[in-house]
């Protein structure tokens, strides 16, 4: 006689749980975000309130979600946290890790760049084109509104890349990358002619992007911040040398 094996039941709680940890993994929901109302997310998946209430309460014994009194439920911010503690915030204002930091971002929107052209589809390359069009309208604005629109675009990049790791370690690094390029836009922007080329610079990277080169996409990205590395070494020296003839003239 054949034994039967027991089916075992999978509980629906259990199945929602499973959808908004994918919705959180890929991004949809980032660190520190507050998940849609109980009654709209319950719509939106077409489950019961009380299952998703159930599956919530699985997420936040598994410490993906916290709830806050009367306030919503929250994505973990754990990794936002860990990025902008009192450590890097010294180290986002510290002169020599100011380079450290130029460097890193190589690496991170050179390889976001190269498997967004690879990976992008229509309508991401259509979201890159509006906010690189909304961070060129920014250009006259001051520094701290042109770093904030051109995060903007910096992650529309990284979300084309479809990388969900580095998707999410730009979110969490979000401040500390923005206030290095306030910091780098205080410096460029007082000569026009080199808010020009970082233009032209940034245009090359959406161009290629849209035309699906990944690696022309990732070397205009080394060209753009190699120019900014080595134009604010440039003036950092011009300065040095102006402070020393002012010293001198003054003896």
Known sequence: MTSLSRVQTVKLSDVIMQQLE?????GTYGAGERLPAERELAKQLDVSRPSLREAI????????VTRRQGGGTFVTGALHQQVTDPLFALLA????????????RHVLEGVSAFYAAMR???KDREHIQHTFDEATKAADEGAKEQAQALMRFYVAITEASHNVVLLHLVRGMQDILMENMRQNLDVLN???EIRAQLHEHRASIVKAILAGQPQQARDACHQHLAYIEATLLQLNRDHQRIERSVRRSEQ
């Open 120 to 122: 992008g589809t229509d």
């Open 57 to 64: 309460q699985k997420l936040e014994a598994k410490g993906l």
């Open 190 to 192: 007082r000569r026009s």
């Open 22 to 26: 994918a919705l959180i993994v890929d």
């Open 93 to 104: 204002q510290n002169p020599e890790a100011h380079y450290d930091l130029l460097e890193f």
